[in-house]
């Protein structure tokens, strides 16, 4: 039997890509660089042969899809931002048999969704950025890869929708051989300053309230109190201008058990603002 061995919530900004490249804005990244790096090092500590990743950069506008493909490989760069992410080569084993089970499990559970096996249906930057670090033998000490399943947000879903899928998940998880680290890979607070300004926010947040507002959900983490966070998650996704309507958080915390999982989420670098968005990485204890 298959088996949930992580759940983390991190973070994916191209900034952190910027951080690795030459230049002036090298190295501004680093605590999220390492961050990233732990929860790949944790992952495999606790035995993981699959990265299961909710990518809100993959997002979807019908139904819920599942990247079921062999193999991940190709060089990316960024539609939204070329200047940031360019020349990102990947190759991944993918997870096949894992995605199927998770596209019958959602359907089983009355939502719909699709598994794909497309040729040029590649990998988004919200999986190819902690990829990177996680899951590249030149940065893991020449670890073999774990293979790589992302499963896309879809924009217009609500926060039950998604703890559904997240149940949904947890459930062929339990089907399958696999032991699964689940990412959830989106931000905290996403909303972006306008065109004419945004140059000037790499490293601030657009709106202070957002900032209390991801500070309070970061001390409900850390505090346990994940019943008290999942109350106000639907306010907080509309009034902190979720990314990709917070589907990624909502699927993780449906795989831990919604408002009966207690458990308290460790931070694994500062919270900080990258192009006006709140951004951490947080690692939660997966139920016995």
């Not at 973070?11 to 951080?19: A, M, N």
């Not at 917070?246 to 192009?275: I, N, V």
Request: proline letters at 5%; a negative charge; charged letters at 25%.
């Amino acid at each position: 039997m298959g088996e949930l061995v992580l759940a983390a919530k991190i973070t994916h900004v191209p900034s952190i890509w910027l951080s690795i490249q030459p230049g002036k804005n090298h190295g501004i990244r680093k605590p999220a660089e390492e961050g990233l790096a732990e929860v790949g090092r944790r992952a495999r500590e606790r035995g993981a042969d699959t990265f299961l990743v909710a990518d809100s950069h993959w997002m979807n506008s019908m139904s819920f899809h599942v990247n079921g493909k062999a193999r991940h490989s190709g060089s990316y760069a960024s539609h939204e931002l070329p200047h940031f992410i360019a020349d990102l080569e990947y190759d991944y084993d993918g997870a096949p048999d894992l995605a199927r089970l998770i596209g019958e499990e959602i359907n089983a559970g009355g939502q719909k969704a699709m598994v794909h096996d497309v040729k040029d249906l590649g990998l988004e930057y919200a999986t190819l950025v902690p990829m990177h670090f996680m899951n590249r033998p030149e940065n893991t000490g020449g670890a073999q890869p774990l293979k790589v399943l992302p499963i896309g947000c879809n924009i217009y879903s609500t926060i039950d929708e998604n703890r559904r899928v997240g149940e949904a998940m947890l459930r062929a998880i339990k089907r399958s051989d696999r032991k699964v680290a689940f990412l959830a890979s989106g931000s905290l607070s996403h909303q972006f300053p306008t065109n004419e300004i945004s140059s000037q926010y790499l490293n601030k947040i657009s709106n202070p309230f957002n900032e209390q507002a991801d500070r309070v959900v970061l001390d409900q983490w850390r505090e346990g109190r994940i019943a008290d966070f999942l109350e106000t998650l639907p306010t907080y996704n509309e009034r902190c201008t979720g990314e990709a309507a917070m589907a990624d958080t909502a699927m993780m915390f449906g795989l831990l058990g919604w408002k009966d999982y207690s458990g308290r989420g460790e931070q694994l670098c500062d919270y900080f603002p990258s192009s006006g968005t709140g951004q951490v990485i947080v690692d939660f204890p997966v139920p016995a």
